[in-house]
């Protein structure tokens, strides 16, 4: 499975953005589909995930800014990121996941300017 990812580019604080990732095949809905993200010189942090009949999952760090959402048939899932701000500036991958089986998609860059 190839993971398609769209949507970054360079927005100023307070702005928005909407990343879009779709599958190259369906992904049953046991997967968790989601976003990661990379800032420089920091780790790998969970940004949101959804799998169905759970709430989605957001970090704290975006709770209440951030929305993620899945179309199960189509296999895609978005991430609607309102008030942005600098510290949100990293590069976003989408994921599905399910027990060992992991796919990444290649990245997008989100730069916010103060």
């Known amino acids: 499975v190839q993971l398609q990812a769209s949507g970054g580019g360079l927005v100023q604080a307070g702005g928005s953005l909407r990343l879009s990732c779709a599958a190259s095949?369906?992904?049953?809905?046991?997967?968790?589909m989601g976003w990661y993200r990379q800032a420089p010189g920091k780790e790998r942090e969970l940004v949101a995930s959804v799998i169905s009949g759970r709430p989605p999952n957001y970090a704290d760090s975006v709770k209440g800014r951030f929305t993620i959402s899945r179309d199960y048939a189509k296999s895609t899932v978005t991430l609607q990121m309102n008030s942005l701000k600098p510290e949100d500036t990293a590069v976003y991958f989408c994921?599905?996941?399910?027990?060992?089986?992991?796919?990444w998609g290649q990245g997008t860059l989100v730069t916010v300017s103060s």
């Open positions: 994921n599905a996941h399910y027990r060992v089986i992991v796919y």
């Open positions: 095949r369906s992904i049953s809905r046991t997967y968790t």
